[in-house]
Each structure stands twice: as structure tokens, then as C-alpha cells.
């Protein structure tokens, strides 16, 4: 069985699917006798998804402009 | 992920680009002109050098356009020219980096047992529609606060969506270093998340 520090060490391996099946089932052993790894598993599932809508970000109008000028000049024929 | 008529759209305006039809060309970059622009400004944090390497990547798309067989997408083609030439200026910059030893990761006692309970699970407001307005501050400032290699590396997998292989062939780094880097680099940014939830 896993301890805590080890479990959380091997989350992006469970996650990503890359462990051995004897791995993930120790991980699941320790993961459904405690809850604060559970809560851990969630959280840090959740992270990259929350991250990729913050981190969000257009072009503003003006350099969208400036890149097209940019580009018609450099790309004359 | 581009759905299949955008990848034919996008087909179509490649050939007609590769035959010298530069309005075709242009409505290319303005199809992919925001994620070439935001992988930049993630990696780099500034929006100087985002819209300096929009303007390369583009304009090395045009000069490179006949040698575009089209194998991959053309929007995944222009988006790792944009990662590799925001990762060529992270590297040659010269300035002063957070250090490694900065990043927050959970503590354990030496039987490796937890030394405090994680506070709260989160990852159901995670869902909710509207992202918090100070969340989405407290990620950013979190992001930028990590270290360049742990930022490239998190923003490429995580945002970007790029598999292990291809940051192992844009970095020049292994793919077990990229996951340590990558694991870190969550960890840091789920304990901001954690301190903001903590907070409110």
C-alpha cells in the first residue's frame, strides 16, 4: 500500500494512464481509504482545465491590424 | 481541438495560399492569428515579444508555405513554429528567474503521511460557467511566477495540448524531465487555486 507523499508523487503517471496495472491498483487502494488523497486527486484534476480558461487570450484588434500590415509588406509578390 | 470542416477550410485556403493567392493567406492567419498569439504571450508574459513572434511565425509560414506538404494541420504546423520561436527568446533572455525552489508542493511527514489535511475539494466549482474574475488574476499571476522551464512546459501540455514527444522535440529535454517539470508545476498552481478558494 501507497503512503500519501508516494501517491500524490504518482498522480500524473495515473492520470495520464501510464502506470502498471499493479501500480494503479495499489494507488486505488490507498486512494479509497483516504479522503484528503481523493480531495488532493480532484483538485489537481481540475487544475489544468481552470488554468486553460484563465489563460485565455485573443489578439487585440490593434496588433491583429499591425500583424496584417505586417504581413502585406513582407509578403508582397 | 479543430472540428473537420475547419481542417477542410483550412485545407482549402492552404492551397489556394500556395499558389500565390495572398488573401487566402491572410484568412489563414486570421483563423489562427489568437492561438498563435496566445501560446507566445503564455510562454514569453509579454505582449511585446507575443506580437514580435506572431509576426515570425507567420511570415516563416509564407516563406515555408510550398515545403508544406500538409500532413499535419496547418494550425498545429504555425502553432509549434510560434512555440519553438517563443522558447528561442526564453532562452536567450537575460533575466532573473523565480527559483525552483519557490514552487509550493504539498508537505509530508516521514512516514509520508499528510502534516495538514488539504483544505477544501474545489474541483466542482471548477465547472461552473463563468470563471471568478479574481481567479482567473490569481492563476495568471500564479503562472507567471513559475519558472521559464516549468512555465514552457505546463503551458504546452496543459494549455496547448502538445503531446510528451512533441515538447520532448521543441525543448531538447527528455520526456521524464518534462513530466517531473510538468507535476511540479501543477502541484504550484493547484496550491494557488487552493489559497484562493482557502480565501474567499
Known sequence: ?77 | MADQADLDADRELLTQAQTGDLSAFEALVERHRDKVYGVALRMTRSEADAAEIAQETFLSAFQHLSEFRGEAAFGSWVHRIAANHALMRLRHRNVVEAAEEELTEPEFNERGNWIEYPSNDWSRRADEKALDTELGTAIRLATNRLPDRYREVFVLKDIEGLSYEQISEITGDSIAAIKSRLHRARLDLRNAIDEFYGEK
Open chain 1, 1 to 77: 500500500m501507497f503512503t500519501c507523499k508516494e501517491s500524490i508523487d504518482l498522480l500524473l503517471d495515473y492520470l495520464d494512464g501510464t502506470m502498471s496495472d499493479e501500480q494503479a491498483r495499489h494507488l486505488e487502494e490507498h486512494l479509497t481509504a483516504c479522503p484528503p488523497c481523493i480531495d488532493f486527486l480532484r483538485t489537481y484534476r481540475a487544475t489544468p482545465g481552470l488554468c486553460r480558461r484563465a489563460l485565455q487570450k485573443q489578439m487585440p484588434e490593434e496588433l491583429s491590424q499591425r500583424l496584417k500590415e505586417f504581413l502585406r509588406q513582407k509578403c508582397k509578390p
